[in-house]
């Protein structure tokens, strides 16, 4: 399936929607991601204190919303992520979210802390982010849904 688009000079582009098989994958990463995040946020929204007392253990200025804003983050764009709504919206805040996570919370300790990977889940959901984001849902997601109402 393909539409065309223009190019800078106004010629038309073809636009190629994903395969099937590639929609699958993306469909699978979008939902087992997804669902850790929601894993990870559903705590942190039962007790936020333990949120914004980590943030405030880093010494960042207004840790509350800092905190308030990683619940919500986890919580919101795991979701969108499991339906695929403004995928390519959410990927990007999720990108922006797991840098500034690994920045704060991980960058300071140093890549190797006890001989032991520290931050790895937030580099692969922030690399998760950025694939969805570039990518796109795939045809197995409410974005892919809306586009082919809109034909």
Do not use: C
């Not at 889940?121 to 197995?140: C, D, E, H, M």
């Amino acid at each position: 399936m393909s539409t065309s688009t223009q190019d800078r000079t106004g010629a038309p582009r073809p636009v190629h929607a994903p395969t099937p098989l590639a929609s699958a994958g993306l469909l699978a990463l979008r939902l087992v991601a997804g669902a850790l995040l929601l894993v990870h946020g559903l705590p942190k929204l039962q007790d936020p204190a333990t949120a914004t007392g980590y943030a405030a253990s880093l010494g960042v200025p207004a840790p509350t919303s800092l905190g308030w804003l990683v619940i919500l983050g986890e919580l919101g764009l795991g979701t969108l992520l499991v339906l695929g709504l403004a995928t390519r919206v959410a990927g990007t805040l999720l990108l922006v979210q797991m840098t500034a996570v690994w920045v704060l919370a991980h960058a300071p300790r140093g890549f190797l802390v006890d001989g032991q990977v520290n931050g790895e889940n937030a580099l692969l959901y922030a690399v998760l982010g950025l694939t969805v984001a570039l990518t796109g849902p795939g045809r197995f997601s409410a974005d892919g849904l809306l586009v082919r109402r809109r034909r």
